[in-house]
């Protein structure tokens, strides 16, 4: 905490009114022995109140005689009866003389003093006196806490929040400038940026510019009654803004398209011209007459940033691709692509039926994070008979109180129609198990199982 030794100059007040002190010593006077006394007010330099901090302050009494044998000063503590000498060191001051005495003030002698000047006439020439107070005040301990600087990370040249509150003596601190000062990372000073005024309880509150990583602080530089104080830092992590992205050239093929059949998707995801690799888009469907997009599918983008991915047409409406954004790049989603769906026209052969049984998702419940064993029966009919068949079979999830579908994997069934598969699971919700059918047979969606997923 920053220290500094200050006193308030402040005018001494007099007042009147004898005190009982013993004597001090006196220096002789020039005035003539038959006069009486003359004698001016005490002044105290620096002015009352004296504000002690963290060191000792000495304070310069004075007054002025006329026609004094002799003379006195007196001061007296707060609670004491009695007053103590100063001792004086006399100097002409024209017809008068300046009379000049010293004393050192600690925190301890805080309070209002009484002081007490006499000038003693030479002879019967009688004796006149005056009295006065004046206050020493212990310096008040200041200490800012609750600083903060918000947010903690930040894009570069974003406006942060700094605020805290300043105390003095434990109570806010009102009507006082802190100044907001900043040290960027890898160098050593702190720098001032802003400046801020306490508000009637303490609290002051600023916003400036985040243009470096770095620790900010408030500082309090102190005044002639308080002593300064520093804050805590707070660090704020500056980031370089996010780049924008674009994703151009989608596609949602073809249209129109049969009800069941596959919808193939494609298109680039790109920043600053270029081709954007590694990142996930997702692929979104909008029904004709809803308001809500609903995920779909997904696919990675390549080196070039283009992705591809497919899905069953189910009903007419709009596909669009999003992107999510990740550090250092902004989201972004595509126009948005309407398809029309038809009904099929009848397959011009024979297909056989199909059938998925006997599926079941366990164990239920599971644990969040473990494996999930699915199993099931693809089936075809024969001619009446049901018998096993091999087929890629995909599997689907729907989380509890969700009302869309989400594609999961694909697997294959055996010879014998019997298909087994694992996931984790993260959600509650249902599983199913979808046949698309192929050449020579119908699709089928198997019955759904909910599974709970418990905590660990």
């Known amino acids: 905490m920053l220290q500094r030794i200050r006193t308030a100059a402040i005018v001494l007040a007099m007042g009147a009114g004898g005190l009982v002190m013993a004597p001090a010593a006196s220096a002789a006077s020039a005035a003539s022995a038959t006069a009486a006394p003359a004698i001016s007010k005490v002044s105290v330099s620096p002015g009352s109140p004296i504000v002690v901090f963290d060191k000792a302050v000495t304070a310069t009494f004075s007054f002025t005689t006329k026609d004094a044998g002799s003379t006195e000063l007196q001061l007296k503590p707060p609670g004491v009866s009695a007053g103590s000498p100063v001792t004086l060191t006399a100097k002409p001051f024209g017809q008068w003389t300046k009379w000049t005495g010293t004393r050192a003030f600690e925190a301890k002698d805080a309070g209002t003093w009484s002081v007490l000047a006499l000038a003693h006439g030479?002879?019967?020439s009688g004796e006149k006196s005056v009295t006065g107070t004046f206050e020493v005040r212990?310096?008040?301990?200041?200490?800012?806490?609750?600083?903060?600087?918000?947010?903690?990370?930040?894009?570069?040249?974003?406006?942060?929040?700094?605020?805290?509150?300043?105390?003095?003596?434990?109570?806010?601190?009102?009507?006082?400038?802190?100044?907001?000062?900043?040290?960027?990372?890898?160098?050593?000073?702190?720098?001032?940026?802003?400046?801020?005024?306490?508000?009637?309880?303490?609290?002051?509150?600023?916003?400036?510019?985040?243009?470096?990583?770095?620790?900010?602080?408030?500082?309090?530089?102190?005044?002639?009654?308080?002593?300064?104080?520093?804050?805590?830092?707070?660090?704020?992590?500056?980031?370089?803004?996010?780049?924008?992205?674009?994703?151009?050239?989608?596609?949602?093929?073809?249209?129109?398209?049969?009800?069941?059949?596959?919808?193939?998707?494609?298109?680039?995801?790109?920043?600053?011209?270029?081709?954007?690799?590694?990142?996930?888009?997702a692929v979104q469907f909008k029904a004709r007459g809803s308001d809500r997009w609903e995920y779909v599918t997904s696919d990675v983008t390549g080196r070039h940033g283009r992705f591809a991915a497919s899905a069953t047409a189910a009903g007419s409406g709009w596909w669009r691709a999003v992107y999510r954004g990740t550090r250092g790049f902004d989201g972004s989603a595509s126009q948005a692509?309407?398809?029309?769906?038809?009904?099929?026209?009848?397959?011009?052969?024979?297909?056989?039926?199909?059938?998925?049984?006997?599926?079941?998702?366990?164990?239920?419940?599971?644990?969040?994070?473990?494996?999930?064993?699915?199993?099931?029966?693809?089936?075809?009919?024969?001619?009446?008979?049901?018998?096993?068949?091999?087929?890629?079979?995909?599997?689907?999830?729907?989380?509890?109180?969700?009302?869309?579908?989400?594609?999961?994997?694909?697997?294959?069934?055996?010879?014998?129609?019997?298909?087994?598969?694992?996931?984790?699971?993260?959600?509650?919700?249902?599983?199913?198990?979808?046949?698309?059918?192929?050449?020579?047979?119908?699709?089928?969606?198997?019955?759904?199982?909910?599974?709970?997923?418990?905590?660990?």
């Open 122 to 124: 030479s002879g019967s």
């Open 337 to 456: 692509d309407w398809v029309r769906v038809v009904q099929p026209t009848p397959p011009p052969v024979e297909k056989a039926d199909t059938r998925v049984v006997a599926f079941n998702a366990y164990p239920e419940p599971v644990k969040r994070g473990k494996y999930l064993k699915v199993k099931g029966l693809l089936q075809i009919d024969d001619e009446g008979t049901w018998e096993g068949y091999a087929g890629k079979v995909a599997l689907y999830f729907k989380p509890a109180h969700s009302r869309s579908w989400q594609y999961v994997k694909t697997t294959w069934s055996s010879d014998s129609g019997k298909l087994s598969t694992k996931v984790k699971a993260w959600k509650s919700g249902s599983w199913k198990l979808v046949f698309a059918g192929d050449d020579d047979t119908w699709g089928d969606t198997g019955r759904a199982d909910y599974v709970r997923v418990v905590k660990r």
């Open 138 to 281: 212990k310096a008040l301990d200041t200490k800012i806490v609750d600083f903060d600087a918000d947010p903690d990370q930040v894009s570069r040249g974003d406006a942060l929040k700094v605020s805290g509150t300043l105390l003095a003596d434990g109570k806010g601190y009102a009507g006082q400038s802190v100044t907001i000062t900043f040290r960027e990372q890898g160098t050593d000073a702190y720098r001032h940026v802003a400046e801020a005024t306490t508000g009637a309880g303490g609290g002051f509150a600023a916003r400036v510019a985040a243009d470096a990583t770095g620790w900010w602080r408030a500082e309090f530089g102190g005044n002639g009654q308080a002593a300064a104080s520093v804050s805590d830092t707070d660090r704020v992590d500056v980031r370089v803004r996010d780049r924008g992205t674009a994703i151009t050239g989608f596609d949602a093929t073809p249209e129109p398209v049969d009800k069941g059949a596959v919808l193939r998707f494609d298109g680039s995801l790109r920043s600053g011209g270029h081709g954007l690799p590694g990142q996930r888009v």
